[in-house]
Structures are given as structure tokens and as C-alpha cells.
């Protein structure tokens, strides 16, 4: 027999799941947008310096040098950032859902041995 404690009790569990659900997916939600504007940020300036750079080299070999170094460090950039964004998204969704899981425990039968 349900009790309507039960049904109250319940609610309100499911009301603290949703606030600190949506407080997790916010706070993850601002640090991938914070990764993304520093990235952003950190290329710009790497390009404004590597075009400071070209402006300043006389020869053909130095500018293949300069433009070699500035395309292996852009990308090595772009795949240690790449990275770094993947595990907030993956961190953000862990922590969105955290809170669910004492009531999907709840409304799930054990598993027996």
C-alpha cells in the first residue's frame, strides 16, 4: 500500500534531484564555455604572434621554418584543448545525472545472485 508520505517523501527527493541536476549542468554548461573562449583566445593570440613573426623574415626558408613551427604547435593546441573540452562534456554529463541516481536506485530491483 502506498502511503502519501511516501508520494510526499518522494517529490521532494525528485524536486532536490532536479535543482542540483540543473545546478551541475549549469556550472558545467560555463566551464565548456569558459575552455571555449580561452582556446579561442590562446589561437588568436598564437596567430597574431606567428603573423608578427612572418612580417619580420626576409627569406624563403625562414618563412617555411616559422610557418612549419606555428602549424605543428597549432595543432598539438588543438588536440591537447580538443581533449580537454571532451572530458568537461564528459564531466558535466556525469555530474548532471549524479543527482538522479539515488532515485533510479530506489525504482530498481536488486540484482540477485
Known amino acids: 500500500m502506498v502511503k502519501i508520505e511516501d508520494i510526499q517523501s518522494y517529490g521532494k527527493e525528485h524536486m532536490e534531484s532536479v535543482t542540483a541536476s540543473a545546478s551541475n549542468l549549469q556550472s558545467g554548461v560555463q566551464a565548456i564555455a569558459t575552455a571555449y573562449g580561452d582556446y579561442a583566445k590562446k589561437s588568436f593570440e598564437d596567430t597574431k604572434s606567428f603573423v608578427e613573426k612572418l612580417s619580420g623574415v626576409k627569406s624563403i626558408d625562414k ?8 602549424v605543428r604547435a597549432s595543432y598539438e593546441t588543438f588536440v591537447a584543448e580538443t581533449q580537454k573540452i571532451a572530458g568537461l562534456y564528459s564531466d558535466c554529463a556525469k555530474q548532471t545525472f549524479k543527482p538522479y541516481e539515488g532515485l533510479v536506485s530506489k525504482f530498481t530491483p536488486a540484482a540477485s545472485h
Open 63 to 70: 618563412v617555411l621554418e616559422a610557418q612549419t613551427e606555428f
